[in-house]
């Protein structure tokens, strides 16, 4: 058979409609991110146990959350160059397997040190997992339908909240809290088998790194069983560049701006979506909400925010995604303001903590799209996982803002203000990046109702 022309495999994918083996690959990524929120959720449950067996006290445990929060950072902001470098199924199973491995020594903990040094490490898996299956997700997809579904695939972490919160709830009080950190890691450790046999390397690394016509051939072949490519001379990717990726490449070819803006969103949204999940419940305790109703209103939160998560991927897909980022992230930040405002009066904290659940979800699921889409693929790993390690910064920052403020006497619903003021920072960024200058993305998206 005569050789054709190169083909764009960025093209040809974009000229298709998306699949069964494409599904797959967004099931197995999005079930990456279930197991990712499940992790998170578990030290919060495990707490009092572990506090009660390691006579640790209550105030210490803002270091095990921070340590966490900083491995967190630290695995998205060095897994994914080295992601770009070795390839993104290569370190998404090796962070998958390091968080599970560090969740089942959690379970080992003997001393306060240990406890630090095993969350600490399952959190620099969790960092790595993240950048490396968006990355996937988002190249197996036509591109108007990137941010979409990588919004969708991040439904998985309120939804992990949601399955772990609920699973601790049973398995805590019957077998201890060692049993949530057993279940929490074999599960992702044996998922490491299922990801090992069923999801493809990604097809710009396998491009631009190996170059293997043949390894190339067979991918798409599995992924497109209806199309014949052995005819095909040689395959390209858009937007791979030959060059190395290292952190300085988010800031060329006109990318600076838009890269430090999307570090600002990143920083804020995160700050106030883990201060909610962390500190609401003592704030609303300071304010005569017991725990039972506390626990309600974030219920009320992880189920607003699976929902969010998922509108994210239809709306970005109709409208402008940074239109859609800002009216989100403002209407998320007066929502979470009313919480403050109305408290100790439950229907409008439980209303304030599902509407801010329902449009920080969407904020966030799609800011994460945003960095999927705004980046070319050589550094799309890079860039996500900068942008995300930022988060992840305002993610370990907020806690510690917040016993601060307490500890100068503020009062709880001036610190819902203040922290809605911070989000509003966040939407502000957004819009900013509508303006040109700031990267081409707005250009392949359509334009928004609202403007």
């Known amino acids: 058979m005569e050789k054709t022309q190169a083909l764009d495999i960025a093209d040809f994918i974009s000229a298709q409609a998306i699949g069964r083996r494409q599904w797959l690959v967004i099931a197995l990524c999005a079930a990456v991110a279930v197991l990712d929120g499940m992790d998170v959720q578990s030290i919060g449950l495990a707490a009092a146990g572990i506090g009660a067996d390691l006579h640790i006290a209550t105030s210490s445990f803002g270091a095990v959350f921070s340590a966490a929060l900083a491995g967190l950072a630290l ?10 470098r070795i390839g993104r199924k290569q370190v998404l199973l090796g962070s998958t397997f390091t968080f599970g491995l560090f969740t089942l020594a959690t379970a080992t903990s003997q001393t306060f040190s240990q406890l630090l040094a095993f969350r600490f490490l399952a959190g620099v898996g969790l960092g790595g997992a993240m950048p490396s299956f968006i990355a996937i997700a988002s190249e197996y997809v036509p591109a108007r339908h990137r941010a979409s579904i990588v919004s969708l695939v991040w439904v998985g972490f309120p939804l992990g909240g949601v399955v772990g919160g609920l699973l601790g709830g049973q398995i805590i009080p019957a077998f201890g809290w060692h049993s949530i950190f057993w279940v ?21 690394w396998l491009v631009h790194n190996q170059g293997r016509s043949d390894k190339i051939a067979s991918t798409l072949t599995w992924m497109f069983p209806g199309h ?28 600076a701006g838009g890269t430090l803006l999307l570090w600002v969103a990143f920083f804020f ?7 909610n999940s962390s500190w609401t419940p003592l704030l609303l305790k300071s304010l005569d909400i017991s725990v039972q109703q506390s626990s309600l209103a974030m219920a009320a939160y992880n189920f607003g925010s699976i929902v969010g998560s998922a509108a994210a991927g239809y709306l970005m897909a109709r409208y402008h995604i940074k239109s859609v980022l800002f009216i989100s992230i403002v209407a998320g930040a007066i929502a979470y303001a009313v919480v403050g405002w109305t408290a100790p009066a439950l229907a409008g904290i439980f209303a304030g903590e599902a509407l801010f659940g329902l449009l920080m979800g969407c904020g ?9 889409v ?12 900068w942008a995300t390690a930022a988060g992840r910064i305002g993610s370990f920052c907020g806690p510690l803002l917040i016993g601060a403020l307490l500890s100068h006497g503020l009062s709880p619903s001036t610190i819902f203000t203040l922290l809605a003021l911070g989000a509003g920072i ?14 081409d993305e707005g250009q392949k998206q359509k334009p928004a109702l609202a403007g």
């Open 184 to 204: 929490g890691g074999i599960l992702p450790i044996a998922f490491v088998f299922v990801l090992a046999a069923l999801m493809p390397e990604s097809l710009a």
């Open 228 to 255: 014949d490519f052995k005819g095909t001379r040689s395959y390209e990717y858009s937007g791979v560049e030959s060059h190395s990726k290292s952190v300085a490449e988010l800031f060329n070819n006109g990318r």
């Open 75 to 84: 695995g998205a902001l060095f897994l994914g160059p080295i992601a770009d």
């Open 426 to 439: 966040s939407a502000v960024a957004c819009l900013i990046l509508r303006f040109p200058g700031y990267g």
């Open 364 to 372: 966030s699921a799609g800011l994460i799209g945003l960095g999927a």
């Open 374 to 385: 705004f980046y070319p693929s050589a550094v799309r790993s890079t860039g996500v996982g």
């Open 269 to 275: 949204v995160f700050m106030i979506l883990v201060v």
